[in-house]
């Protein structure tokens, strides 16, 4: 049995966000505009961000984290789901059937990390990516009134290749693999490294790994 | 070979399995385990990957994209090439978004409304690209045919190699203009100097970071924008982990950014003076007996004679090895310059200077980066750039593998046919530049891209009557841009070619629209080098063009076409230009790759197929082209220009330089000239270029805008007036409230941040925003520094101040 993680290199990353942009152009995810933002309704499956400020002039200390939906092995979104839109697969990865999917957005606020987005558009793209459809939907792109969320690019996953993320961080700060293979990259990194997981408390347990 | 094929997983495998593995690794290797798909599938297919190049920035990097059913759909680096480690920064991947811009221009434009303003609607009319060309060609032939080619103005802002040669070179050339203006002196002229004065080549260095082991950048966030971004990106990377040393990585800069974020140490230096930082070090590094002697050179009785502070040595006692005038700088200036000295001007503690004069002398091979923010300064700016130049000479870090190299990319073919220049185009051509190119003002600049502005206006040394500007927006990115705005008002014709209706566009006559990377033929190599790698990329459409639109060389051939019915030798230059491959942009593209494709046993399409060529390893030999053959810590070039000019006193006033005597021609310490009093202003403004910023362009792209300023603070949609807690205290204000920016030439209005990275005497924004124009997402997003800040120059080299305006804040 596969179960895929995620691993972030926090040392290897430049904070460049190239990982972001490469997702929202695999994924077909709309963007925001200044109301919206302004609003704080955001449109990003992934993000780079300062998670943790602290020191003062002139030594300040930001950390900056790349951060995506966690893909948790006990995810609470899941649990909340009225309809069960939300499901994890065999494999781990957890998925919004967006046939199923109400647009409540219980699983939103179920999620401790800000990792789901309500979309609230369905103006078409020009650099739409025709390939780009989750398992078990019909289409592409994020359809209006339903929730969206960070895939671990499933649809590229199961044609042997690695999310976008993955593929597009020039700095090679993201691994990608199988769990359950002790040979794997994720499994080296993990053992080699110091590793840990966004606040372990909630008990959670998310497959989106950091090392320092 | 075989190495560069062990995947990443192999290589952790390899490693053994204790952390400490991990760090004591041998060969770097890049490979990523990615299936990566071919470059190119067959042309029927419906989904294709097609190589091609990102016009972002002077990197210049290779990138393929998917086309699906003739669009693109996606943007990925090319594995082909060894100096982007097949990799992309993340301003390429916006091309996408601004190759299929709904604010693109789509068809050539007329203004119909003759009064120029902000508030003015030009009341575009939509004409034909005949019509266009036939318009641009009777005003051109006008000024001809009266005997004045010399008042066509050609300005030029990103280009590619091909176009910077076609348009901007031969037709300009052919026409009979001198005055031909780049953006380059609002880039990093002044870079140049540094590397002149200390080895002999006016240009870009190549910065070895694959092989380093300790990087000291001053005013640099390399990260986020340099030359080439992704090779740096990507080395940096590899650099963390994966390699048996971990270089140390510092960053100067009075403000921490991205780059600082992710560096080892970040040293918030007082703005402008990161010339003391690296002239107290390199006194420390005399004084504790760490230069390299194999490159330096060495005391004659090594162990009675050493460089103690304050105190002269005889020449007599010293043996120069590949460098020279050592002890005369030692003598001039730098016997009183310590630490001590260099701490009070740069506000960097004494102990932290010597500290890092030995760890940068003792980790080898260490490299210094030099940029914008310690060089664009007047007076002092190419005397920072030489002084940080030198630490690389003293450690013998100068052409040598993880070193300071000297940049090459791959070299063209030569043009297939001579410019011929009738007496029109001689006569026009030899006339004064308005910039006033290496003259005694500017005494070694190439350009001077804003002094253009302020002699166009004063009609000297003659009126501009028409100007032709491509992918430039100087009316946005110059330092006192509202000057700009007046010049433009002031040309009686004005012809903008550009992907988008810029600050620029609004006060043309006619707008001519351009291609995106994405749509046509060019090719260049990168500007500078982040590894010993180099090479060039080849631009091709991928997609049909989306609209009515010519790229730069396609709008060159058609000028040249025209005017030649008029004027045989313009014919002459133009015809047959693309040599036995056409007189096209691809005929013209192909003919000037050829020394790069022939090569290649599958010649053009393989060139093609692969969109790149790699140039390189770079081979290091301790040769310079200096007048002393040697690397010159007294600079030859300087002194010999200065005479051959006789540079007098009030010269050096006007250059901003304070030095007299010999002191002129070594590195040494001035303080930096502001703009403003400081009673006034009590404060200096500092830019920097975010990482999503392709020098103005990505403004209209949604992309680029929410993710902003993500990474340190968290929004987008913005730029900020970063400011230091203890400041907003004193100034009485809060985060997130709108201040007011105030210098001598004006007031902006801007979002407050605080932040406890930034230096207290500064206020750093992003330049990029605050466009009143370029599309419905770029308009009245943020404040755009450039408007209120202050115009003085570099003299030597030409370049544009950008970080010396004093200006006050105050709640709005």
New interface residues.
């Given amino acids: 049995m596969t179960r895929y993680a995620m691993v972030i290199d926090l040392d290897r990353c430049v904070a460049c966000q190239a990982c972001v942009i490469a997702c929202k152009m695999e994924n077909n995810v709309p963007d925001s505009t200044p109301t919206s933002f302004k609003s704080r309704k955001m449109t990003l499956r992934s993000r780079v961000v300062p998670l943790v400020s602290q020191g003062k002039y002139p030594n300040p200390q930001v950390d900056i984290y790349p951060v995506l939906c966690n893909q948790c092995d006990n995810p609470p979104c899941v649990a909340a789901c009225p309809h069960k839109a939300t499901y994890k697969r065999d494999d781990g990865i957890v998925l919004i059937d967006w046939q199923k999917c109400q647009g409540c957005r219980y699983c939103m606020a179920a999620c401790p990390y800000g990792a789901r987005n309500f979309i609230q558009t369905d103006e078409p793209k020009d650099y739409h990516n025709p390939a780009a459809i989750p398992p078990g939907n019909a289409t592409a792109r994020p359809p209006k009134n339903k929730v969206d969320k960070c895939t671990f690019c499933a649809h590229l996953v199961d044609n042997g290749q690695e999310p976008a993320c993955v593929t597009a961080c020039p700095a090679r700060a993201r691994s990608f693999g199988d769990l359950n293979d002790p040979q794997s990259e994720v499994n080296e990194l993990l053992a080699n490294r110091k590793a840990f997981v966004l606040r372990p408390d909630f008990g959670t347990k998310p497959r989106v790994f950091y090392v320092r | 070979m075989k190495k560069n094929k062990i995947t ?2 192999d290589f ?2 390899a ?1 053994g ?3 400490a ?2 760090m004591v690794l041998g060969p770097t290797l ?1 490979t ?4 990566e798909p071919a470059t190119t599938v067959a042309a029927e297919a419906p ?1 294709k990957w097609v190589a091609s190049g990102c016009n972002g920035c002077v990197g210049w990097c290779p990138l393929r994209v ?1 086309v ?2 003739g ?7 090319n594995p082909n090439s060894k100096w982007t ?1 097949g ?4 301003r390429a ?2 091309n ?2 601004i ?2 811009d709904p604010d693109r221009v789509k068809k050539p434009l007329k203004r119909t409304n003759p009064n120029k303003g902000r508030n003015e609607d030009p009341k575009w009319v939509e004409i034909t690209w005949d019509e266009a060309i036939a318009t641009i060609a009777s005003k051109l032939k006008e000024l001809r045919d009266r005997g004045t080619p010399e008042r066509f103005a050609l300005f030029r802002g990103r280009y590619g190699a091909m176009d910077a040669d076609l348009l901007y070179g031969r037709f300009g050339k052919a026409y009979g203009t001198p005055n031909t203006i780049s953006h380059s002196a609002l880039c990093a002229e002044t870079t140049k100097s540094g590397n002149w004065y200390a080895r002999g080549n006016y240009a870009y260095s190549a910065f070895d970071f694959e092989d380093t082991n300790y990087i000291l950048s001053f005013g640099v966030p390399f ?2 924008s340099h030359r080439p971004t ?1 090779g740096m ?2 080395a ?3 650099g ?2 994966g390699r048996a040393v971990r270089p140390k990585v510092v960053i100067v800069d009075p403000r ?1 950014s ?1 780059t600082a ?2 560096a080892d140490e ?3 230096v007082n703005p402008g003076t990161d010339g003391a930082l690296a002239l107290g070090m390199a006194h420390e590094i005399l004084t504790a007996g760490l230069w390299d002697r194999r490159f330096v050179g060495d005391f004659k009785d090594p162990a009675n004679k050493k460089f103690v502070a304050g105190q002269v040595v005889a020449e007599e006692d010293w043996l120069d090895a590949y460098s020279v005038g050592l002890v005369k700088w030692w003598n001039i200036f730098l016997k009183d310059f310590p630490p001590a000295e260099a701490a009070k001007a740069t506000g960097i503690a004494e102990a932290t200077i010597k500290r890092l004069a030995r760890e940068f002398a003792i980790t080898r091979p260490a490299v210094t980066v030099r940029g914008r923010g310690s060089e664009a300064w007047p007076g002092n700016g190419t005397y920072n750039s030489y002084a940080i130049y030198t630490l690389n000479g003293l450690v013998g870090s100068v052409d040598v593998k993880g070193g300071i190299n000297h940049y090459s990319s791959g070299s063209f073919s030569p043009e297939p046919i001579p410019i011929a220049q009738d007496d029109t185009a001689k006569t026009g051509g030899g006339k004064p530049r308005i910039d006033e190119k290496k003259t005694k003002k500017f005494p070694y600049a190439d350009v001077i891209t804003n002094n253009a502005a302020d002699n166009i206006l004063k009609d000297y040394p003659y009126p501009i009557e028409m100007a032709l500007g491509y992918w430039n927006n100087w009316t946005f990115s110059a330092p006192g841009s509202k000057r700009w705005e007046e010049v433009l008002k002031k040309i009686p014709f004005v012809v903008h070619h550009t992907t988008h209706l810029s600050e620029w566009s609004m006060y043309s006559d006619v707008v001519l629209p351009a291609k995106t990377y994405l749509e046509k033929w060019d090719a260049s190599g990168p500007g500078g080098g982040a590894s010993t790698w180099s090479g060039v990329t080849l631009f091709q459409p991928v997609v049909e063009p989306l609209y009515d639109t010519k790229s730069e060389v396609e709008l060159a051939l058609a000028l040249g076409k025209k005017l030649g019915e008029s004027y045989p030798s313009i014919k002459q230059s133009f015809d047959g230009v693309g040599g036995p491959y056409g007189d096209t942009a691809e005929g013209y593209t192909k003919a000037r790759t050829k020394a790069l494709w022939e090569k290649l046993p599958g010649g053009w399409d393989e060139f093609r197929e692969k969109g790149t060529v790699n140039v390189g390893p770079y081979k290091f030999k301790w040769e310079f082209s200096t007048p002393s053959k040697k690397f010159e810590f007294y600079s030859g070039n300087l002194k010999k220009l200065f005479a051959d000019l006789k540079v007098t006193d009030a010269d050096l006033d006007t250059y901003h330089i304070k030095a007299r005597g010999d002191l002129v021609y070594v590195p040494h310490y001035e303080p930096p000239t502001f703009i403003g009093d400081a009673a006034s202003f009590p404060l200096v403004l500092i830019t920097y270029k975010n ?2 910023n392709q020098e103005g362009r990505s403004a209209n792209t ?2 680029a ?3 902003y300023l ?5 929004t ?2 913005n730029n900020l007036a970063e400011i ?3 400041t907003a205290r004193k100034y009485g204000v809060a985060d997130g409230d709108t201040v007011s920016v105030e210098s001598e030439v004006g007031r902006i209005v801007a979002t407050a941040r605080l ?6 005497t500064v206020v750093a924004m992003s330049y990029g925003q605050g466009h009143w124009a370029y599309g419905k ?1 770029a308009k009245g ?1 943020g404040a755009n520094p450039n408007e209120i800040m202050g115009v003085m120059y570099e003299h030597i080299t030409g370049m544009a101040a950008y970080f010396n305006t004093r200006v006050r804040i105050s709640k709005a």
């Avoid at chain 2, 993500?710 to 968290?714: E, H, I, K």
């Avoid at chain 2, 932040?755 to 207290?760: D, K, L, Q, T, V």
């Fill in positions: 990443r997983r952790i495998k490693s399995t204790t952390a593995g991990l890049w990523n385990p990615q299936k989904e998917k699906v059913d669009k693109a759909v996606k943007i990925a680096g480690r990799k992309l920064c993340p991947l916006l996408l978004q190759l299929y990260l986020e992704t990106l990507a940096f990377a590899e963390r982990r921490y991205v974020a992710r970040w040293l918030p990482q999503l949604p992309w805008q929410e993710l993500n990474p340190l603070y968290g987008g949609w230091n807690p203890e932040s406890e990275g930034i230096h207290p997402w997003t």
